[in-house]
């Protein structure tokens, strides 16, 4: 097939010449209505979230193993040509799995895992969500690769579509952390910081979307792709504990996209017996300074009322989550919950993870440690269930968090006196 793919088939044009994988068609959450593979968020029948619908081929554990060091040896679960590795795209995924028995002592959990998402090209988990945007935003025929973002969307779009020799346009609040400006702008491309909150950056970026028709906004127009690169933190988790579904995991929430396709990437390996379909439970983090899924959760209703974000957990502050009501579908199915922590509790939650593991996550990675202690606290979380917290990014992003926490020991004179003092203090 041609690699420009027609231009009438973006928006609502014929999927005939596509090659998207496995993927089928695009199917409605709401009312199951299935439209042709486009680049469509909404049912045209009900305005309910579009998802990517597959027919899966043979896959096995040995081709899976075969494949590339890097999300890539899922193409075959994934909504991206087979031809996926042959262009410029970035290589994210296969980030560590590690046993985590220290930060288990302390939390309670007697059979710990942490997901190190940390370890992606730009350091969070976004990397994996952008490179399966941007194969299948290539294959739709757009050129130039956009988002809103709260910060991490920015740094891996910006990089994507440098690698790929794309112009970018990325829109960001004003407000954000320094550093997520600085590792964004780096890469060059069309970054417009606006003055107000995500939702509002977010809406002007639908706007937008709706006027170019060569513009693919990652998480708006082209979201259904986008969202299935998640899936591959859930098949990571099960190929690296040996092809194995965990009891319990652990997932920060903004839109909650990344929540529900850990669940369906779980759901899916169980089906197509790649692992033994045991059952599991998906646990949700927020921040209480924006919280309006795990509000949702504790009222037990399916409402999910927006708020005004007010935590130092930026990545996450989407007070509108598009998701939210399948987090908490998902959460419920699978006998989970949904909770908060304080902005407090946040930077206990990454220096406790920083001291027992040597990870250093950000505010997200702080969320979810110490939502995993509350959770274990009310008996939420069973302490003897193995266990997988997902470190969905680097704390070098978010350095403000902790600074004035934590510092050197002691600042001394040049002189071997000084020095043996201040050990001394230490009991060293
Ligand atoms: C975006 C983000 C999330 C949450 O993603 P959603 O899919 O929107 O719920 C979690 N952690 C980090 C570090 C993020 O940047
Ligand atoms: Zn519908």
Redesign the pocket.
Known sequence: MSLAADTSVRGSGSATSLDLGPARALS??????EVPLAAEFA??????PLEVAYDFGRVTRESIEAGPKSIWRYRELLPVPARVTSVPNTEPGLTRLIKADRLGAELGLRNLWVKDDTGNPTHSFKDRVVAVALAAARELGFTVLCCPSTGNLANAVAAAAARAGWDSVVLIPSSLEQAKVLTTAVYGGTLLAVDGNYDDVNRLATELAAEHEDWAFVNVNVRPYYAEGSKTLGFEVAEQLGWRLPEQVVVPVASGSQLTKVDKGFTELGRLGLVEATPYKVFGAQATGCSPVSTAYAEGTDVVRPVKPDTIARSLAIGNPADGPYVLDAVRRTGGAVADVSDAEVVEGIRLLARTEGVFAETAGGVTIATTRKLVESGQLDPDAETVLLITGDGLKTLDAVSGQVGPTATVPSTSKAVREALAAQGL
């Open positions: 409605c959450r709401e009312c199951g209505h049912c045209p029948q009900c305005f309910g």
